[in-house]
């Protein structure tokens, strides 16, 4: 039987592809190991891999207010990445370093069993959700997958660089709360 001691242990000692070799600190995850809901990104910026820990820099600022928009924080969710290594210069995670990390994912949420799953972004959703995800169109949908919910909207640090899209982000947050009181009863959102 999996444990998160043994997947910690085992995914810092990932050398699956390129990025472990430029890594200064693996990001795993953060927040609660039984968490009805996950957040994902698609991998470790500066900041994270400096610290070690998801959404620190900026755009997780943007994220801890997002959560406190709807009586959320990062003590009632889990936070990861698909990637667990900075990519260099912050680009886009190539396909083979996301299919190299995928497992590491996947022991998270088999570990974690949430209910409810919200991709951070285009690459997360594409990712996680289906290929072809179009952010713009589908940001705020809910998608049934292997006994869960799930969704995606816009990665903060979009919205950082696109304020406009922040009403159609506080619409999709307002859904989430929504579907947390329906689903979650661990989570508290008021």
């Known amino acids: 039987m999996d444990t998160w001691d043994a997947l910690k242990k085992d ?30 990104g698609e991998g470790p910026g500066e900041q994270e891999d400096l610290q070690g820990e998801p959404f620190v820099g900026p755009a997780g600022k943007l994220l801890d207010d997002m959560l406190e928009m709807i009586g959320l924080d990062r003590s009632k969710v889990y936070i990861a990445n698909m990637v667990k290594c900075r ?41 996680q959700i289906d290929p072809d995800f179009r952010i713009t169109r589908q940001h705020g949908q809910w998608f049934d997958r292997d006994g ?21 982000t506080f619409m999709d947050l307002r859904e989430l709360r929504k579907e947390i009181r329906e689903r979650c009863c661990r989570t508290d959102t008021t």
């Open 11 to 40: 995914c810092a000692a990932c050398q699956n592809c390129e990025l472990c070799r430029t890594r200064t600190n693996l990001v795993f995850g953060v927040g609660r190991e039984d968490a009805e809901v996950l957040f994902i």
């Open 87 to 127: 990519p260099p210069h912050n680009r886009d995670p190539l396909p083979e370093e996301q299919q190299a990390c995928a497992p590491w994912l996947r022991r998270q949420i088999a570990l974690l069993d949430p209910k409810l799953v919200v991709c951070l972004g285009r690459i997360a959703a594409m990712g």
């Open 148 to 168: 869960r919910r799930w969704m995606a909207i816009y990665h903060p640090s979009a919205l950082l660089r696109d304020p406009s899209k922040r009403p159609e």
